[in-house]
């Protein structure tokens, strides 16, 4: 895992987990500076990877890679208190309603409601105000990386020329084609019976094509496929990406001929090409941002793992282990 989504994922998790564990009294496992790191946030923070370290590892390797991962585990979490020290000397503040707001964001992101992820927290042993301040922390700490490091990274023309260069064949395009489509549909194990009705719906279609009526019609009014409502236009489709049956008619038609009434195990298609393009190398103007983000990502995850240790380098640590 990249060093920017442990700070800025997993560590949210870890936050939450320790949150949920901890108790008073605590023997302390690390200080950081003016603050305390304790046993029991470690253990609650441990607590997910322990299983899965123990569910996959067995004897003394099960030992090594149990004592391996609780101190990576510390170290995150020293990393984590380092930063939310550094945001609260920027004067970075994380109010209540911006926690709600992404909380917000979230159930809509994943088409959760509100109810449903109140009995998750719950199965899970937290609270909701736990998962508040952990969201409110991990949100202190993207403002941060934001601020200390991202706003300083920078891609230029140049280094994207240079990687779509020397990544040619990752942006190779298929041929493709681009269709108009009426499909009739076959119902779930269909008789022989319905299966010869839909076929001679489907033949009728193709006669009044032929007669000339205008595709996008009887699209609308008859096919049961995907973008009926604007003539059955799918767009681009490259190749692998069709029913083999529809697409060994697609790829040999000539442009704007109606195909025949093909079967497939969906249904009948009638199908006619309007566009086609051949493979070939995606000019740089459509990949120029996906290149952009891939660098910039890059970059920051190298520069932040430099900040973080120029940040433990000029700070107190102890391990207490």
């Known amino acids: 895992m990249g060093i920017i989504k442990a700070v800025l994922t997993g560590a949210a998790v870890l936050f939450l987990s320790a949150a949920a564990q901890a108790a008073e009294g605590d023997r302390i496992v690390a200080v950081v500076n003016d603050e305390v790191i304790t046993l029991s946030e470690l253990n609650g923070a441990f607590a997910p990877y322990r299983e899965r370290v123990e569910a ?3 004897g003394a390797e099960r030992e090594r890679v149990l004592a391996e991962s609780r101190l990576t585990i510390l170290n995150r979490l020293i990393d984590d208190l380092l930063m939310e020290q550094q945001a609260r000397k920027a004067g970075i503040v994380i109010r209540d309603e911006d926690a709600e707001a992404a909380l917000a964001d979230l159930l809509k992101r994943r088409n959760i409601s509100r109810e449903e992820f109140l009995k998750a927290l719950e199965r899970d042993g937290l609270t909701l105000e736990a998962y508040r301040k952990g969201m409110r922390d991990q949100l202190m700490r993207i403002r941060l990386v934001q601020r200390e490091v991202k706003s300083k990274v920078a891609v230029s023309d140049e280094e994207i020329g240079g990687y779509y260069r020397k990544h040619r064949d990752q942006y190779e395009g298929k041929e ?4 108009m489509q009426i499909l009739l549909l076959l119902p779930k194990d269909p008789s022989p019976a319905v299966r010869e009705r839909i076929r001679a719906e489907a033949a009728a279609l193709h006669s009044r094509l032929l007669a000339g009526e205008p595709f996008e019609a009887v699209c609308a009014n008859h096919s049961q496929g995907p973008a009926k409502e604007t003539g059955g236009d799918v767009g ?9 049956e529809v697409e060994e008619v697609a790829f040999s038609l000539p442009l704007n001929r109606i195909s025949p009434v093909v079967e497939s195990p969906v249904g009948f298609h009638i199908v006619r090409v309007i566009d086609r393009r051949g493979a070939g190398l995606k000019a740089i103007e459509s990949v120029r941002e996906e290149i952009r983000e891939k660098l910039e990502m890059e970059k920051v995850e190298k520069k932040l793992e430099e900040w973080l240790a120029a940040l433990r ?9």
């Open 176 to 179: 493709a084609v681009r269709i």
């Open 313 to 321: 380098g000029k700070s107190h640590i102890e391990i207490k282990l």
């Open 56 to 58: 996959g590892t067995r």
């Open 236 to 244: 681009f489709v490259e190749k692998g990406m069709m029913l083999p």
